[in-house]
């Protein structure tokens, strides 16, 4: 692994997933998620503090050491148990139906097999659990569509692999989930990159 992508890139993903105006998104997707939660790109843990009484255990993964021990110093809430797993999405570390709910917030942007990741949620996720997301991605607007198409290239170098023109509610439907509720609207922002969805999914 590169020492960009080692030592650089995660310190540029903190800071930048730090801003203020997605606190509320977290807020909203974090306190619909119960029992035992699996978190898809835990990052430096920016969720966990939102996590409500419903949610019993986080388990976050993430495929970064320097992302993961930033996690571990994270706020929570004092009861909520957490353990941090090192890995990818496209191969979770854990078995079949054994999670409640995989949350997933600003990762499918960045996961190189999103089709298998979604694929791999689905597996851990017990019957009648959900995935609950907030993601940008691919915009309605055909103008801003074409600017996304023209910047994702150089975007992908500079962010770490992200992709600003995922059609990620399409992307879900694909892998076998069953969308039972999608807000989508921009957020703040340029709007090549600030297009999001937010919503619940279910196995079919």
């Known amino acids: 692994m590169s020492f960009y992508k080692d030592r650089v890139v995660p310190h540029l993903v903190n800071l930048s997933m730090r801003q203020e105006t997605f606190v509320i998104y977290r ?11 699996l978190e898809i790109g835990i990052g430096s843990g ?13 388990i976050g993964l993430d495929p970064s050491m320097k992302l993961l021990s930033m996690a571990e110093s994270a706020p929570r809430r004092p009861m909520l148990s957490v353990e941090f797993l090192e890995g990818t999405a496209e191969a979770i570390p854990m078995e079949d139906a054994s999670v409640d709910t995989v949350v997933s917030t600003w990762t499918l942007c960045t996961i190189p097999d999103v089709h298998r990741a ?7 996720l017990k019957p009648g659990g959900h995935l609950l997301f907030v993601e940008h991605g691919r915009s309605s607007d055909a103008s801003v569509r074409r600017w996304q198409d023209r910047l994702t290239p150089l975007w992908k170098c500079i962010g770490g692999g992200c992709h ?7 992307l879900i439907e694909n892998a076998g ?7 989508t609207g921009y957020m703040k ?5 600030t297009f999001m969805y937010e919503g619940a999914a279910s196995s079919k």
């Open 27 to 37: 807020q909203r997707v974090t306190s619909a998620a119960t029992g035992r939660i």
């Open 46 to 58: 920016l969720n966990l503090r939102h996590y409500g009484d419903r949610a019993t255990h986080v």
């Open 118 to 124: 979604l694929t791999e949620m689905r597996r851990v």
């Open 164 to 170: 600003l023109n995922r059609a990620i509610s399409q």
């Open 177 to 183: 989930f069953r969308i039972e509720r999608l807000d």
């Open 189 to 193: 922002g340029p709007r090549p990159m």
